[in-house]
C-alpha cells in the first residue's frame, strides 16, 4: 500500500544511494583531489629513499638545535643575523650595508675571528673558506625577512664577492620559528651529505617566497616544510 501511495519513494532511495556511493569514489580514486597540492609538491612521486631515511630518522635534529643555541651566545634574537667576520649586521636588506662593511674589513688588518664564527669542517660555505672576510648568516627557512635577504642582497653578495674569492658565505641555522623550521633545516643537511645543500637551500626560500610572501600570505607552519613536500623537493632536485 505505501509503494501505490508514493510511486516514486523506491526509485528516489536508489538515487539518492547511487549518489552516495559515486561521491565515495570521488573521495578514495588514487590520484582524484578534491583541492590541489600547493604549486612544487609531487604528491604522487616516490620519496627519495635515501633522502626520505636520514629525514625520517631525525639524526640531524640536535645539530639544528645546537647551532640555534650557539647563536643565542652570540648575541642573535632574530633572523636574518649576520656577521661580517666579528661584527653583527642584523635584518639588512640593503647591500651597501653589507658593501661598506665589507669594504671596510678588506682593507684592514682582520682580527683574530671568535671560534664560533671560524670555519668548521661540518659548515656549509659559499666561496673560498681561505677568503679574508667571513660572512656568517644565522638564518631560519621559514622567516620571511630571510627569504627578502636571500633575494635581494645575498644575491648581489655573490655576485660582487663571493664569485671573486674577496669573501665566504656560511650558513648557520637558526631555526626558532616552529617545527617547520627545524624540519626544513634537517632536510637541508641531509641535501647537504649528497652534495647538494646549496641546491636544497635555494628551493626552500624560492617555493617559500614564491607561493606565500610574495602573495601576503603567511608560511610559518602552515604545511609549506611539511615533511611530505620537503620529501618531493627532495625528488624535483634529484637525490636520492
Known sequence: MDSERNPY????????????????????????????????????????????????????????????EEGKNLGVSGTPASFINDRMVSVAFQFSSFQEQIEAELASQNSPLPDALKIRADDFVLGSPAAKVMVVEYGDFQCPFCGKFFKTAGQQLKETYLKSGKAAFVWRDFAFLGEESIRAAEAARCAGEQGKFWEYHDYLFNYIWDNYYSKNISGENVGAFSDRNLKSFAATLGLD
Open 9 to 68: 519513494l523506491v526509485p528516489a532511495s536508489i538515487v539518492v544511494a547511487g549518489l552516495l556511493i559515486a561521491a565515495a569514489m570521488v573521495y578514495t580514486r588514487p590520484g582524484l583531489k578534491l583541492f590541489s597540492a600547493p604549486s612544487g609538491s609531487e604528491d604522487d612521486a616516490s620519496p627519495p629513499p635515501v633522502f626520505a631515511s636520514c629525514l625520517d630518522s631525525g639524526k640531524h635534529r640536535k645539530a639544528v638545535e645546537a647551532a640555534a
